[in-house]
């Protein structure tokens, strides 16, 4: 930097050319594209500083809050059970049951529980503070790289889409290189660098290979994935001391070679050991510790809104499950959310029972302590009344939430191709079967109920080190296979998961309408037509993307066909020269594409090809709220030709198993009726 002022001074030209020249050079080395998507989704600089300091003030409350109300307060006085005398006046105050200081905090240096507390979170909240102070350098980088080479103010920042930042990063990369190790940058390349560990983490869910599934005795299938076991996920796998990648970027060269495979599994299971072994350890402290936040977080919540608890929200589990490779945080939220007013629909007829039942006891009760207290207001005053009427509002607002309307009209087959058009990703099984208790049953392991996500988080710390011990560390070996053999180099990216390549040919179902275009054996092929709908959203959600030859064949292919078939059959086809299976196909799909998507006609696919144009050229000519106008509308036809391709590729699937499970015979009977 001292040179390009000095060189500045000397030849104003040569200088400035050599500083813009030196500045690029510095971001090419510095830049991280996750950390330029981030600071655009906390909206600018000021939001993400201030964001960073709460976290570390919010924890240094949660700390002192608890030692206080544990160790310096006199309860007796707070209770009314032992009286306090005042010369000035016989009003008990709440200073009068604060403890003098040198009592508090002999109290705490007796405890050696207390200490112990003290410390683990002393060492924690430091080790926050030095990763806060190193964000705050790195994300102060970026904002210079938003400023000076994207030229875009962090005032304007939070009105500005990602496809527009996007766009201009390429745009950059052509002129000026900031990525030194390849020449243009593509929107698949900016992608991989952003997700390039979340797409390791869907993909192995994908594959069934991390134990999230058990089978219990009296439960039967559950579900157990929290955010305490998938960050011990990632500290193994990614980024924690002796993790399998040496960097951000690659893959340590050891585990790319199949010779010392067993070895590397004793390794990584060894260390799966003591990571459990840690955290069996802490135990106590994280389980305090998750207690207190969900009593600081969620008791204002409940009291304010008793129903929360019965709502439903997306798990953890349904988050991994239901993402796209390539799909970045921004995008799978608005998906789901756009699907999420049609879940609650699903509610457990015994629960509905249940809670009809509660409220009744709860709301006859509560009745009495009303009555009572309007004809004497004394009765207040008697101890655990105002208590009990508090609780049996908030169980009586909580039934509530388990009870559907009664005007709802439930059809579960339809409602189930609805939330379909959305979230993308379903079992085959459950189309037909939307009414059976299994189907809800495994439904509630995507969209659970916000009491028993609460729950979870609070037996994490117990059941995580279980999970680690038992589970993970048996299947180290196949970790290892998987990430030997699903990781390639991309020149400028570095190593990426190979499924995140959305390549057809290397990672196709042929269910999934890759029938003759995928060499992929069974352990190659993603489960649940990934690879198909990942690349057709990925497509969509960046028209710009210049795919592979073959995969843009795929596509090209995949669109003319579901146009045909939305728009009726062409005049050059006959329609008694289609085969059965397409008959049944297009029969169904009609029937739902009708009902549910009738303003999407012929002219909306035309607007939709014609009006994509770059965002940057959107919003060059136009206020800021035109532009966001702009890529909302485009947004929502994109979504919309998402869900088509979705739906579509779901009842290919969905007849040809049941075109090979029933034969000619039940196919005749199936066209017949349809």
Sequence with gaps: MFLSIYAVKLVPEFGTQLQVSFKFFFFSIFLNFRYVYNLHQKNGFTCMLLGEIFELVQLLFVVGFTVFLANCIDYDILFANKFVNHTDSSKVTLPDAFLPVDVCSARIRHNAFMIFVLVISGVFWLHRLVKFIYNVCCYWEIRSFYINALKMTMSELPYVTWQEVQARIVEIQKEHQICIHKKELTELDIYHRILRFKNYMVAMVNKSLLPVKFRLPVLGECVFYTRGLKYNFELIFFWGPGSLFENEWSLKSEYKRGGNRHDLADRLASRILWIGIANLLLCPVILVWQILYAFFSYTEVIK??????????????????????????????????????????????????????????????????????????????????????????????????????????????????????????????????????????????????????????????????????????????????????????????GDTCSFAQMDIRQHGHPAWMSEGKTEASIYQQAEDGKTELSLMHFAITNPQWQPPQETTHFISQLKERVHREATGVPTDTHPLSLSESELFISSSFLKFFFLFYRPVTTSSFTFLSSSRTDARTVSSGSSAWEAQLTSLVLSEYASTEMSIHALYMHEVTVCQHICKKVGTIGRNKILNKY
């Design 304 to 493: 304010r809104e008793p129903g929360s608890l019965g709502a439903r929200c997306w798990s953890l589990y349904g988050r991994c499950y239901l993402r796209h490779f390539n799909e970045l945080d921004h995008e799978l939220m608005s998906r789901l959310s756009k699907g999420y007013k049609y879940m609650n629909c699903f509610l457990s007829p015994l629960l509905t029972v249940v809670a009809k039942n509660v409220a009744f006891f709860a709301g006859s009760l509560l009745a009495v302590l009303i009555a009572l207290t309007i004809y004497d207001e004394d009765v207040l005053a008697v101890e655990h009344v105002l208590s009990s009427i508090t609780l049996l509002g908030v169980c009586i607002t909580v039934c509530r939430s388990f009870i559907p309307d009664k005007h709802m009209v439930f059809c579960p087959e339809q409602l189930l191709r609805v939330i379909l058009a959305h979230i993308h990703y379903m079992p085959d099984h459950w189309q037909g079967n939307a009414h059976r208790y299994e189907t809800r049953d495994q439904f509630s392991q995507l969209f659970q109920y916000k009491a028993v996500f609460i729950l979870e988080e609070l037996l994490s710390p117990v059941v995580t080190p279980i999970i680690l011990i038992f589970c993970l560390r048996r299947k180290s070996l196949e970790i290892i296979d998987f990430f030997r053999n699903f990781t390639v180099e991309v020149v400028g990216v």
